[in-house]
């Protein structure tokens, strides 16, 4: 599985001030503290109240990478036209139509919780098997 981990910090991503915070060297927002502090102009701050520098903070971003998963064209070929119908429009109900053939070519990236719902649209149009997507890759999570 190819390894895709983007160094680039996302443009206006939230940091953190906290530096003493046990998690702080996993945490993406204090990791991006840094580059962000030398490079940009204006930062986006969490609020310094609200973050709990105890270990517990709510906005804690895991900075290890997660399985992103590529394309799922193959899966046609194993559903009966009946089942592809209501699998389809099963996720172009949850991604809208471009999104859903954006993510079917593998234009875009499946987060984890992407591919859950996928699998899920599986389950509801009766597939049983659990076919692979077509391509796996390690990305940074920031956002999802």
């Known amino acids: 599985m190819p390894k895709k981990i983007y160094r680039e910090i996302p443009e206006n991503y939230p940091v953190c001030l906290h530096a003493d915070c046990p998690r702080a060297a996993t945490c993406l927002h204090r990791i991006a503290y840094a580059p962000q502090l030398e490079k940009a102009e204006y930062l986006r701050i969490i609020n310094p109240d609200r973050c709990a520098p105890d270990g517990q903070c709510p906005y804690h971003r895991d900075s290890a990478p997660v399985t992103y998963a590529r ?3 193959n899966f046609q070929s194993r559903m009966y036209p009946a089942q592809y119908k209501k699998f389809m429009n099963t996720l172009v109900q949850a991604f809208g139509r471009n999104s859903y053939f954006e ?15 996928v699998l899920q649209a599986l389950r509801k149009a009766g597939v ?7 391509h796996y890759e390690e990305n940074i999570n920031w956002y999802d």
């Not at 079917?104 to 499946?110: C, K």
């Not at 049983?128 to 077509?134: L, S």
């Open 103 to 117: 993510r079917r070519r593998g234009d875009t990236a499946l987060s984890p919780k992407e591919q859950s719902l």
């Open 71 to 73: 394309g799922f064209t």
């Open 128 to 134: 049983t098997d659990t076919p692979p997507f077509d």
